[in-house]
């Protein structure tokens, strides 16, 4: 990756609070995101780009676009309530998880799903240190 890309992607890490998250990979790119049932986001399935533009009227969702991001994020680091806790304190709410579901499905069934795709350097170090490389996979 270019430095002049790692700088754009550590600024849009320290902008939205995520530079804190200690990661043992290389900076990735997002190239997929679908998700179901978060905040007001009921089936929404985003691909991006190395500049990717989120435009929308307000109440659309695109805050809840990045606190998807956030929380993933968050989630490869702590367990569920505390990347809860982390998400909403960054708000100044309570971290209650029910609050991070859609309201909007009549079911008593609530739950979300995130998908995610991403482009990741070949070889990287895994959580024990050691190098790895990386193979195409995927998780349905």
Known sequence: MSTKARSISETFLQFYDLAPIQVNI???MLTRLTISGFKNLLD???????FTCI???NAAGKSNLFDAIRFLALLTQH???????QLREAKG????PSTLFS??????KR???FRAEMIVDRNVDD????????AISSYL
């Open 111 to 113: 739950e979300m799903t």
């Open 127 to 134: 959580d024990f240190g050691e190098q790895a490389k990386a």
């Open 93 to 96: 709410r309570s971290p209650q």
């Open 79 to 85: 367990p569920i309530l505390e990347a809860v806790k």
């Open 44 to 50: 929404v399935d985003m691909y991006f780009g190395p």
């Open 26 to 28: 290389p900076i990735l």
């Open 55 to 57: 435009a929308g009227p």
């Open 103 to 108: 309201s909007f499905t009549e079911s008593p």
